[in-house]
């Protein structure tokens, strides 16, 4: 699908006085779908691996199963499939990413797998300078080696320098997906991520501090006082790939980084595109109330089905899994699992113009701002910039404050963009929220986050299997945990664990048909 070249007369013409001010997007997110029931609802399904969740891990794992011959069926809670991923088509061929957004360098699995479905990459828009917020001054700045996406700032740089250093080289010395093996885990999990922070930096009128924030609430919908030192130094490691070292310099970049290109297709055509070639074994709507194992199989039953197999893959974020109902119930460090780790809380917020007028001014539209819910700015616009679009990302406490009250939010978003791109700022053709704490089958975002002390406690129970219950998902990928290739990597090796385990010979459907 090639970028289509809109005028913006013709897109300001189509949008109507409603698409003045949309507010809240919640037609999808904020309503679970209606019950289906039938009178046949109740008979039993047979399949050689059921999955709950239909986002990129479920869908990946389905995918590379049926491919290898099993039965597979798909129970999807939501009317859509896509699970963190949700694009929204403001334009024709113009989305606004209400979930994951960017793919980078080392994300090897999730660019493939763009590859593999036809989907196409262009570059997240960089070209002119950045604007940085401090203090009450407005500055701009060009993103280029060796500070990338950090302001020029004189009181931060020092700090940030060593901060760096430091995150990195530790970050080198953790084991990919077992934190809770590094030689100083103990230590490092009893700490938050801001009193580590505060005994190496000077933070000098507290600008450190607000700057490094402002990347962990786009980061972990958090503040560095809600998680611990251990699981923000692993995030950083699962930065990577095997031979190339996670870098916090790749986390928060765009060009070489995290955020260096998107989906022209939107994200959410990756699931989408799954579950096109999945066909009838997806079922939405078909929340997960109950999980059954035997020595002999497993049933996974909600209000109107029942479906039967060898295996469950539970593809949904913990604290989701942690409210199914299991029998015989779950080890008890898994339980102390799904209720000690929560999510992030993160809302993001859409402006959408006639055009990116921004560029005109020279700049790219990334902002830093030190104050303001919306801290961390970026242009989204379409890869054609037939129309401009602002997303603004509000985490932790700003998300806190301002969820529930959309018209307070809409106004401090729109006077974070304002004070970074001026007055045409203010006027939107089109304004789209995703508050993803409201969600009720996701309940935060972007990622669960761990507090002191769960992963050396805890964390090993994240991706062990149950019997014959498999867990998927970003949350259990080692390498690019939280991102979307961390949620291909999980759906992959949960696939692979169940084929090498599984004998080599005909389905469970095959061999009840011959039998």
Not at 110 to 124: C, K, N, P, S
Not at 208 to 222: I, R
Not at 354 to 380: C, M, Q, Y
Request: glycine share 10%.
């Amino acid at each position: 699908m090639k970028p289509t070249n809109i005028g913006r007369r013709k897109i300001l013409a189509g949008l109507g006085a409603g698409a003045l001010s949309s507010g809240v997007l919640a037609a999808d997110i904020s309503q679970p779908p209606p019950p289906e029931a039938t009178a046949a609802a109740r008979e039993v399904e047979r399949a050689d691996v059921i999955i709950v969740g239909a986002g990129i891990a479920g869908l990946t794992a389905a995918r590379r199963l049926v491919q290898a011959g099993k039965s597979v069926i798909v129970l999807e809670a939501r009317a859509r499939v896509g699970g963190r991923t949700w694009s929204l088509e403001v334009a024709p061929g113009a989305f606004a990413e209400m979930g994951g957004t960017w793919v980078g360098p080392t994300q090897e699995r999730v660019l493939a797998l763009i590859a593999e479905l036809g989907l196409h990459l262009f570059d997240q828009a960089t070209d002119g300078e950045s604007v940085y917020i401090a203090r009450g001054e407005r500055k701009t700045f060009l993103e280029k080696p060796p500070l990338g996406a950090v302001p020029p700032d004189p009181l931060i740089i020092p700090d940030l320098a060593v901060a760096a250093t430091w995150i990195d080289k530790l970050a080198r010395d953790i084991p990919v997906g077992q934190p809770w093996l590094a030689e100083d885990a103990e230590a490092l999990d009893r700490q938050t991520l801001e009193s580590w922070l505060r005994s190496r930096t000077l933070n000098i009128l507290g600008q450190t501090e607000k700057n490094l924030s402002a990347g962990f609430e786009a980061l972990f919908g958090a503040e560095s006082r809600e998680i611990s030192a251990l699981f923000a130094l692993h995030y950083v490691a699962c930065a990577g790939t095997h031979g190339t070292a996670g870098s916090f310099e790749r986390l928060l970049n765009t060009r070489n980084g995290a955020q260096e290109q998107r989906i022209v297709e939107g994200a959410q055509a990756i699931s989408q595109r799954m579950a096109d070639q999945l066909g009838d074994r997806v079922r939405l709507g078909r929340p997960v109330r109950r999980i059954r194992q035997s020595d002999a199989e497993v049933e996974v039953s909600g209000d109107d089905f029942v479906v039967r197999g060898q295996h469950v893959v539970v593809a949904i974020p913990p604290t989701l899994a942690g409210r199914i109902d299991y029998l015989p119930a779950l080890p008890p460090e898994r339980d102390q699992l799904t209720q000690k780790m929560g999510f992030g809380w993160l809302i993001k917020c859409e402006a959408v113009y006639d055009k990116p007028f921004w560029r005109e001014d020279g700049l790219n539209g990334s902002a830093v701002v030190n104050d303001g819910p919306a801290r961390t700015i970026f242009d989204v616009s379409p890869p054609d910039g037939s129309i401009g679009m602002l997303l603004g990302f509000v985490g932790g406490d700003g998300a806190r404050q301002y969820s529930g009250d959309p018209d307070a939010l809409r106004q401090a978003v729109i006077e974070n963009f304002a004070s970074c791109f001026g007055d045409k700022a203010r006027h939107p053709v089109q304004w789209h929220v995703a508050d993803w704490a409201r969600e009720p089958w996701t309940r935060g975002c972007p990622t669960v986050i761990a507090p002191p002390g769960l992963l050396t406690a805890y964390g090993p129970a994240i991706s062990e299997p149950v019997g014959r219950i498999h867990w998927a998902g970003t949350e259990t990928s080692g390498y690019w945990t939280g991102y979307m290739d961390g949620a291909v990597r999980s759906g992959e090796q949960v696939a692979r664990t169940l084929l090498d385990a599984a004998p080599k010979q005909n389905t469970l459907i095959e061999k009840e048909q011959s039998a």
